[in-house]
């Protein structure tokens, strides 16, 4: 069966029920691809770099030679593993300008009755809109609050009562500070963040305010596109404010139970900001299962942290809110009252 080749904009619609495959090495790969694509390289890391020096040194036509005699043995094998992961004999396929290897693996798989829709531009097309999409104009609304007022849980909430949110720290895989990568997943590169920030974007009414945690220009080690950064501070920020005993009660629940060597790891990597008494004595108290004590000493830290970063932000666009006592869907409600105020909608 004869490939079909299609648009982006074709793309995004037969995404949502076929699967997509990436024709590119596995270090390409593992660098940043479409979400939910799966690995069947055409040419290896070293295949490719082969082929590359050959191209450089000798021209077009013994690269593509040499790419054929070098991935012609494992025809079979590629088709097979196909078979075995698609049963349906469907699939998107993509190289990095949707050229010679996604027309290899297109002509490999439509052999064996596949139906193929290849990506016209490849993981180049892509990659533009995902660059530009997260460089674009959008209706911010900022939460803020000191470590430990549970703004995450708070943006969950505003998500589950239909407002539009980004989880920024959900996508980087890390919770901004120096305890924010135990428990989760490793995180990706730059490139791919971009691209997980722009498939969410894509999907937003931009007529409608969207949500997001105050956040430092890093999450880990990722860094925020500067328009889109840039944007977060000229937003209106919400900033709630609980006790420390609240703030406190909150981290012992989300870090108590954590594994004490990655508490300790995470308060060394603090030890030049926080100074060797202080270090030593957050170390002690996480042995000694002491939560409140430990917990109260670093907070000391992010609270001047956090005071330093709240200047990015204008101060005429900055509310202040104060959340102790208040119910769960309470608050909700409150956020969205001065959500309305900023944006002119009447509230009861």
Same mark, same amino acid.
């Given at each position: 069966?004869?490939?079909?080749?299609i648009?982006?904009?074709?793309?995004w619609?037969?995404?949502?029920?076929?699967?997509?495959?990436?024709?590119?090495?596995?270090?390409?790969f /593992?660098q940043?691809? #479409?979400?939910?694509s799966?690995?069947?390289? #055409?040419?290896?890391?070293?295949?490719?770099?082969?082929v590359g020096?050959?191209?450089k040194?000798?021209?077009?036509l013994e /690269?593509t030679l040499k790419?054929?005699?070098?991935?012609?043995?494992?025809?079979h094998?590629?088709q097979?593993? /196909?078979?075995?992961?698609?049963?349906?004999?469907?699939? #998107?396929v993509?190289c990095?300008?949707?050229?010679?290897?996604s027309?290899?693996?297109?002509?490999?798989?439509?052999?064996?009755?596949?139906?193929?829709?290849?990506?016209k531009?490849?993981y180049?097309t !892509?990659?533009?809109?995902?660059?530009e999409k997260?460089?674009?104009?959008y209706?911010l609304?900022?939460?803020?609050? =000191?470590?430990g007022?549970?703004?995450?849980?708070? %943006?969950?909430? %505003?998500?589950?009562?239909?407002?539009?949110?980004?989880?920024?720290?959900?996508?980087? &895989? &890390?919770?901004?500070?120096?305890?924010?990568?135990i428990g989760?997943?490793p995180?990706?590169?730059?490139?791919?963040?971009e691209?997980?920030l722009a498939?969410?974007?894509r999907?937003?009414?931009?007529?409608?305010?969207?949500?997001?945690?105050?956040?430092?220009r =890093?999450?880990?080690?990722?860094?925020i596109?500067?328009r889109? !950064?840039?944007?977060m501070t000229q937003a209106?920020?919400?900033e709630?404010?609980?006790t420390?005993r609240?703030?406190?009660e &909150?981290?012992?629940?989300?870090y108590?139970q %954590?594994p004490?060597?990655?508490? #300790?790891?995470a308060?060394k990597?603090?030890?030049k900001?926080?100074?060797?008494?202080?270090?030593q004595?957050a170390?002690t108290?996480?042995?000694?299962?002491?939560?409140?004590?430990w917990?109260?000493?670093?907070?000391? !830290?992010?609270?001047?942290?956090?005071d330093?970063?709240?200047?990015?932000?204008? /101060?005429?666009k900055?509310?202040h809110l104060?959340?102790t006592?208040?119910?769960?869907g309470?608050?909700?409600?409150?956020? %969205?009252?001065?959500?309305?105020?900023f !944006?002119?909608?009447?509230?009861n």
């Open positions: 069966m004869a490939e079909i080749l648009s982006l904009e074709e793309f619609k037969l995404r949502e029920h076929l699967p997509l495959i990436d024709a590119r090495s596995e270090g390409e /593992a940043s691809q #479409i979400p939910g799966i690995n069947l390289p #055409i040419l290896t890391n070293e295949e490719r770099v082969k020096t050959l191209y040194e000798q021209g077009s /690269a790419g054929f005699e070098l991935v012609g043995p494992r025809f094998q590629i097979k593993e /196909a078979l075995e992961r698609f049963p349906d004999r469907k699939a #998107i993509y990095w300008r949707g050229g010679m290897r027309q290899i693996l297109s002509w490999l798989l439509s052999m064996v009755g596949f139906e193929i829709y290849r990506l531009g490849g180049k !892509y990659r533009t809109y995902t660059f997260v460089r674009g104009n209706p609304l900022v939460l803020g609050g =000191k470590t007022t549970g703004k995450t849980v708070l %943006l969950k909430k %505003l998500k589950e009562s239909g407002e539009q949110v980004i989880d920024l720290e959900g996508i980087a &895989h &890390h919770k901004g500070s120096s305890f924010g990568s989760q997943k995180q990706s590169t730059v490139e791919q963040f691209n997980l498939e969410e974007l999907v937003m009414d931009i007529s409608v305010p969207i949500w997001v945690e105050n956040e430092s =890093k999450i880990g080690r990722l860094i596109p500067d889109f !950064y840039e944007q209106p920020l919400l709630i404010q609980r420390e609240e703030r406190i &909150h981290i012992s629940e989300e108590g %954590l004490e060597s990655e508490l #300790i790891a308060v990597r603090l030890q900001r926080l100074g060797g008494l202080r270090t004595q170390i108290d996480i042995q000694e299962k002491k939560l409140t004590s917990i109260s000493n670093l907070l000391l !830290y992010y609270d001047k942290t956090y330093f970063d709240l200047h990015r932000h204008v /101060a005429n900055t509310v104060d959340l006592g208040f119910s769960m309470d608050q909700v409600q409150l956020l %969205l009252n001065t959500k309305n105020k !944006y002119g909608i009447p509230t």
